[in-house]
């Protein structure tokens, strides 16, 4: 950051003098905001794109835990099934697409449903206006 001179003050100075000196003092503060939003940008994108690599490679870890588990799924479920590896593969899959069905089903329902309706919000907005008309009483 840039240490700027001190100011010193002319008692002498007429009116033009010091609009002048209003008018660089304003250039130098929107210069030095516009910097400052810009540092303050490449942070946010240099921590966003840090956080969306560690859930990358968590996203990698967990799908690679998940196959090992499956995997053991299939072994126990084959040896309880008699040492069929096919009766387990195919009864460990079918739990597995049921599951997969099920949280798709949810996730869509999610969406479906609207965070907000405009009677909600008028609701809410009437709501405030009485907390601010006589905040004491709510």
């Known amino acids: 950051m840039a240490v700027y001179p001190s100011v010193e003050t002319d008692v002498d100075a007429g009116i033009p003098d010091l609009i002048r000196r209003l008018t660089d003092d304003s250039k130098r503060l929107a210069v ?28 990698a870890v967990g799908v690679v835990a998940l196959v090992a588990l499956t995997v053991l799924a299939i072994a126990v479920v084959s040896k309880i099934a008699g040492d069929n590896l096919w009766a387990g ?29 405009l009677a909600a919000s008028r ?12 905040p004491s009483v709510h």
């Open 89 to 117: 593969a195919l009864i460990v899959g079918v739990l597995e697409l049921g599951g997969g069905w099920f949280l798709l089903r949810k996730g869509l329902a999610e969406f479906r449903e609207p965070s907000y309706t």
């Open 32 to 59: 030095d905001e516009v910097r400052l939003a810009k540092l303050e940008l490449r942070e946010s994108v240099q921590n966003g794109i840090h956080g969306s690599l560690w859930l990358a490679v968590a996203l």
């Open 123 to 134: 609701e809410s907005l009437k709501d405030t206006a009485a907390w601010a008309r006589h």
